[in-house]
């Protein structure tokens, strides 16, 4: 392998500047088992690059952020300079055409693996079309060493329980085995369609969610103190020191505020399921609110087209938090079993 000469110049956009960069040529002489010549391709600099990988990266961002196609090149030009190279238009649509295939493919893996719990919730956007509000339906799986991965992303109506159905059975299509434990908040479709598809799972509330609609239903000068209180339970080393502070919490405000012990008694097992498992992963399972974000992109024209939103579906901007592995649980960790009632 020798040097031969130099390539053609050509303008590179980095995360600060486009600079120019003339790559030199090699001349590949070595040969392969079979006879075969080999190439030497560089990883620094890949034959017609164009954009550092950050830059690319960062493009879909924006988008979802709501920059249109022919915005890219005026608002970025500041930055990366006059010369900066993939941020026509056409450019744009072209790498939109990319996410949507992207998209339908992600829709059509395999799910091999066991995933122990799983985060479910449905997030209402506020883009009306006649009569109708967007859902977005997403779910969170995690595996038994820890890693974390977006499993569905879909349409759904008002988060029903045929909806969430739909959802469920495409995963179990796809491989997917029922996990040990479903978290999510009080919509009534997701738990069941759960109990329908997933008899086995044990459920478990959002403690997010039930902070939220107690508070609401208390004065607003007594919210910070019932917050600590409820705190108190959510975060409690066992399941007796968690009854205890509920009744602490009932002795004080049944009298004056019955619509908020009412609210805190609604599905208190479901909320409360956690303590039968093993403490390490407690902090993952009161709440689905941390672990699913979500984002969507309305655009002026889906205002005045239902036909072109339909199509667009939830593909035109929307973002999940993903988290890496081991972010859950340490690796190697065993699937988890039912131990009984702590404390």
């Known amino acids: 392998m020798v040097r031969n000469g130099r390539a053609a110049t ?8 486009t600079v120019e960069v003339q790559a030199p ?6 040969r392969d088992e079979q006879g075969q010549r080999q190439r030497f391709t560089s990883q620094i600099l890949p034959p017609y690059m164009r954009r550092s ?37 056409i ?4 790498r939109t055409a990319g996410w949507e295939q992207d998209y339908q493919e992600f829709r059509r893996r395999e799910l091999n693996g066991e995933y122990v719990y799983v985060w479910a919730d449905g997030v209402h956007f506020n883009i009306r079309l006649e009569d109708d509000r967007l859902c977005t ?12 991965e977006l499993l569905a992303v879909e349409d759904g109506y008002r988060e029903s329980a045929e909806s969430w159905k739909s959802v469920l059975r495409e995963l179990k299509r796809r491989g997917m ?6 978290v999510g908040d009080g919509a009534l479709g997701f738990w069941a369609a759960a ?6 799972t044990q459920g478990q509330g959002c403690w997010c969610h039930k ?34 502070a509920k009744a602490r919490f009932v002795d004080e405000y049944q009298a004056k505020y019955p619509k908020a012990v009412e609210s805190l008694n609604t599905n208190w097992e479901l909320l409360t399921a956690f303590f039968a498992f093993p403490a390490e992963p407690w902090k993952h399972l009161r709440t689905e609110r941390d672990r699913i974000g979500v984002r969507h992109r309305a655009l002026a024209r889906a205002r005045d087209s239902r036909r072109w939103l339909a199509k667009q579906g939830v593909t035109d901007g929307l973002q999940a938090a993903r988290h890496g592995q081991a972010a859950l649980a340490a690796s190697g960790r065993r699937r988890p079993v039912a131990v009984g009632t702590c404390g």
């Open 177 to 182: 085995v029922a996990p040990v434990v479903a």
């Open 137 to 148: 339906l997403v779910m969170i799986g995690a595996k038994a060493n820890g890693e974390k």
């Open 25 to 30: 040529r090699v001349n590949d002489r070595r």
């Open 53 to 89: 990988p950050k830059v690319a990266e960062v493009l879909p961002i924006l988008y979802l952020r709501g920059l249109a196609t022919g915005d890219f090149r005026p608002a970025l030009e500041g930055l990366l300079g006059e010369d900066a190279a993939g941020l026509s238009p």
């Open 211 to 244: 902070l939220v609609n107690v508070l609401d239903k208390l004065p607003r000068r007594l919210q910070p103190r019932a917050k600590r209180a409820l705190h108190e339970m959510m975060y409690a080393d066992s399941r007796s020191e968690c009854e205890n």
């Open 10 to 17: 050509r303008k590179l956009t980095l995360g600060t500047r």
């Open 195 to 200: 109990r329908e598809v997933w008899p086995e």
């Open 91 to 94: 450019t744009i649509a072209r």
